[in-house]
């Protein structure tokens, strides 16, 4: 299959591999092969996008397929803002530990094993 300009790069980030025929489809209809700057939109979109905790929970069950993405264009979603998180200065994971309570618990038994 030949792809249109700059949807091998797209297809590589996006994280669901279904539908890609559809998904050329949405890219030449929304006029994506001409467009590097919204190309490059969607690559840093994809990057914070990926990240997302609905993204990555079940398998990606949420994440939705390539041609409704482009078709919605959800490159142009917004982040959501930062939150004011808090965390235990004796969680070495800090802040990527989804599990931050239960760490720190089995950190301090893990101590008083050792003791």
């Known amino acids: ?10 297809w590589k ?11 050329v489809k949405a890219w030449v209809k929304q006029g994506l092969s001409t467009n590097q700057f919204v190309q490059g939109r969607i690559a840093v979109a994809l ?4 990240k997302q905790r ?14 409704t ?10 982040p959501p803002a930062p939150q004011q998180v808090s965390y235990s200065m004796d969680c070495p994971h ?15 038994i893990q101590r008083a094993k050792a003791s």
Request: proline share 8%; with cysteine.
């Open 69 to 78: 993405y482009l078709n919605r264009w959800q490159w142009e979603d917004e």
């Open 13 to 23: 980030s996006y994280p669901k591999k279904v539908g890609k025929g559809a998904a």
């Open 47 to 50: 990057e914070w996008q990926s």
């Open 94 to 108: 800090e802040p990527s530990c989804s599990g931050r309570n239960e760490c720190h618990v089995k950190q301090q």
């Open 54 to 67: 609905s993204w990555r929970e079940d398998d990606g069950k949420f994440v939705p397929h390539p041609s």
């Open 1 to 10: 299959m030949n792809e249109p300009d700059g949807f091998s790069a797209f």
